[in-house]
Nanobody, 129 residues
């Protein structure tokens, strides 16, 4: 399984970016892709998740209304549209995949790092004030 992020960059506060996560190496509709942000010196935190089979989406309170996660029809590219960026959004954005029917279970935590088995390398987002 491979996940490759792209789309990061330097943007002024209030600006927007569209991040991408290319997913490959497995053949299942039962999976979820989460986006995580890691700011310098801080722990990795979940910001958004999409479950491919039913397109269910999940957001952290800090990003709801500003971030939108989506997928193409084939599930090969997961996008994260990030709007109204703030300085606290600066960090490395990493996508991760959880594969299997567990993504539909009551115990699945879509914004928890422990829910995911496969990780990308990340793309950098820097927001200047």
């Amino acid at each position: 399984v491979q996940l490759v992020e792209s789309g990061g960059g330097l943007v002024q506060a209030g600006g927007s970016l569209r991040l991408h996560c290319a997913v490959s190496g497995f053949n299942s509709d039962d999976y979820a892709v989460g986006w995580f942000r890691q700011a310098p010196g801080k722990e990795r935190e979940g910001v958004a998740c999409i479950r491919f089979a039913d397109r269910a989406t999940f957001y952290d309170d800090s990003t709801r209304g500003r971030f939108t996660v989506s997928t193409d029809d084939a599930g090969l590219m997961i996008h994260l549209q990030v709007n109204d960026l703030k300085s606290e959004d600066t960090g490395t954005y990493v996508c991760a995949a959880s594969i299997g029917s567990s993504v539909f279970g009551d115990h699945f935590r879509p914004l928890a790092t422990g829910s995911y088995e496969f990780w990308g390398q990340g793309t950098q987002v820097a927001v200047s004030s």
